[in-house]
């Protein structure tokens, strides 16, 4: 288990990390439930804190706030808020931290998988997502997707990052997982993504395409809803591997074993274009200082990053 961990011993205000151990989600999932509005919590400064109160009313299932969906229209009819809602990258967290400065607006994220994203964005429930989709038949990034699940609309792909995505293991790779092949050895325990993930549709494209059926993959149906939550499931011995980017096994001192680099979009309609929480979003996005941020973690190109790859 990660060293460190604190025991709840009292109702005094919770920190994220001890909601999470409550829950038995990861961290990151507990960030995407507050940011819903599922769970409520205080922001004090940079840090969040839950009422032990209020989280045991979520674990018995009462409502403690509003749903998303009213949360999505409220945010967007008083113009405050500008929401993405798509896969999780940490430059996309950086991009919500450089516009936590002086900016007009607050960026509301809800970290799904990048299928959800572009279904939201297709129902207005986010002025813009982000997607990691790799097309089999055609070889590309997520123009196939978008061209798919956005029939009809106008919109623009504009890169957000490069990134290395491959096993995440323990320290050492004590198991000696080096290949997609590594899937399917026998006594490993797997830990997945969710449904409608990148990496997720990228592992049953591999699966499918090798004729090995789920039953073989021990921890199939264990799933995470994001890349630091495989992470933490491999750093507590509860899996001894999984899928994700670099960073996230840099940023728990794990091992890492790269199988490809993947490009991670953004998808804009074009009557958001104009808009100026639009435009200050596109100044970041090519400015040399988010660059610097992102170049900063392991396993990430900015060599594309604000440039416009695709547009319908």
Avoid at 76 to 84: A, D, L, P, R
Avoid at 271 to 291: G, V
Wanted: aromatic share 12%; proline share 3%; hydrophobic share 35%.
């Amino acid at each position: 288990m990660l060293k460190g961990l604190i025991t709840i011993t009292d109702y005094t205000p919770l920190t994220p990390e001890e909601a999470a151990q409550i829950l038995k989600i990861s961290r990151y999932t507990l960030y995407k439930l507050i940011e819903r509005g599922e769970i409520p919590a205080r922001r004090i400064g940079k840090m969040y804190r839950i009422d032990y109160d209020a989280l045991m009313q979520y674990l018995q299932g009462d409502s403690v706030h509003q749903t998303s969906s009213e949360s999505v229209n409220k945010n967007t009819e008083n113009g405050s808020y500008f929401n993405y809602v798509g896969s999780h990258d940490i430059a996309i967290e950086l991009l919500s931290d450089f516009l936590g400065y002086g900016s007009t607006f607050k960026l509301q994220t809800e970290f799904t998988g990048s299928m959800e994203g572009l279904i939201s964005l297709f129902h207005r429930e986010a002025q813009f997502t982000g997607i990691h989709l790799w097309d089999e038949n055609t070889k590309e990034y997520n123009a196939p997707f978008a061209r798919y699940l956005l029939s009809g609309e106008k919109y623009i792909l504009i890169n957000l990052v490069q990134r290395v995505q491959g096993w995440i293991v323990p320290l050492g790779n004590p198991h000696d997982i080096n290949t997609w092949e590594d899937i399917s050895r026998k006594g490993l325990r797997f830990v997945n993504r969710q449904r409608g993930a990148g990496t997720r549709l990228r592992i049953d494209q591999y699966l499918s395409e090798n004729g090995m059926p789920v039953s073989q993959i021990q921890g199939y149906n264990n799933v995470e809803n994001t890349h630091l939550g495989v992470a933490f499931k491999v750093a507590n011995g509860e899996a001894d591997f999984g899928m994700g980017i670099q960073f996230a096994a840099q940023k728990l001192g794990l091992d890492f074993v790269p199988l490809f680099k993947e490009r991670f979009d953004i998808v804009v309609l074009q009557e958001t274009m104009a808009r100026p929480e639009w435009q200050e979003i596109l100044s970041i996005l090519n400015s040399a200082a988010f660059h610097r941020a992102i170049d900063q973690h392991a396993g990430y190109d900015t060599s594309l990053t604000g440039t416009a790859v695709y547009k319908n």
